[in-house]
């Protein structure tokens, strides 16, 4: 079992320095955070070590941004505390990505214990997430333990009445989940770009649309077997590229969601930050609320949309984790669970 945050008593914190590790890799924009939810999902976590009296340091990786030092009053603020001190971009140093341990020994020197909050990077072999806790007392924060206790959840419950949809554009992250969800879903629903690989191995001329055809035979004997896989029969097209579901799947895809029970959704079902393509993102979000389901949804661009027309807060559950939240619906061990004895 997992060892987590809150075994730690209060005196078993009070005082300690502690090494947070979350994941602020956020949009940014001129300067500015374009969405917070990933940080704000943290805030749990560091209120439980502040109001303890632990000493904490955040530690994350950035993307859109060489350094979080201009940042770091917005995170302030979106945290509603100072009480921290911030770790500059993890990712600007050799030894993190290569998980070495010389380099988790210099970082974890001035701490007592070693905290993972970060679900969302708990898929890479990285120092900061796994080299760290071969030299420190090592738990789970909050955020982390309802991630897992939430994605177990959907995959352990019965098939029956349970209903995955996957969108989005990488049908390499996606592919091992439909695998897995075969005997795990009354219902696999495909959209978004993932979708064009099925409709091109049923021999439908996709013309210019995103594709990956080395996962072509796999798709072609996959939809061949499972009668529980329901890719589009309409689509919208635009300069020869497909860019959303059609009206008649997306009706379909409705009817589906409004008979489940369990909903997991991740990936838009077609190029939704563009408003004239976002019609089935937007319905089928609708269609999810309405249905009175168990639903968890995830992926930055799928988490972003639902933001954008303020529905995100009526799913019950919001995964931080893009392609964390693949591998472990996919069935994989991810390195920093295990890292922390989850089994």
Known sequence: MIKSLSDLTENELFGK??????DFNVPVENGKILDIYRIKAHKETIDYLINRGAKLTL???????????????????????????LYDNIRKYNGEETND???AKILIAPFDIYVNDAFASSHRNHASVVAVTKFLPSYAGLL???????????????????????????IETKFPVIKNFLDKADNILIGGAVANVFLKARGIDIKKSLTDDKFLNDVSNL????????????????????????PKTTEKFSEIVGKSKVIIW??????????????STKKIAESIIKSGAFSIVGGGDTIAFLEKIDLISKFNYVSTGGGAMLEFLAGKTLPGLAALDYK
């Not at 990786?61 to 001190?85: D, Y």
């Not at 982390?144 to 969108?167: C, D, R």
């Not at 991740?266 to 019609?279: D, M, T, V, W, Y």
Request: aromatic share 6%; glycine share 6%.
């Open 101 to 103: 341990e010389e380099f």
């Open 266 to 279: 991740n990936g838009p079902l077609g190029k939704a930050e563009i408003e004239q393509f976002s019609h």
């Open 59 to 85: 530690l994350s990786h950035i993307m859109a941004a060489e350094s979080f030092e201009p940042l770091a009053n917005q995170i302030k603020e979106i945290l509603g505390t100072e009480k921290f001190s």
């Open 223 to 246: 939809i061949n077997l499972n009668k529980n896989l329901i890719i589009p029969e309409d689509y919208i097209v635009y300069d020869e590229i497909i860019l959303d579901i059609g």
């Open 144 to 170: 982390l333990i309802k991630e897992i206790e939430n994605l177990k959840k959907v995959l352990e419950l019965p098939k029956e009445e349970k209903t995955l949809i996957l969108g989005g554009a990488k």
């Open 17 to 22: 320095k502690v090494l947070l590790r979350v």
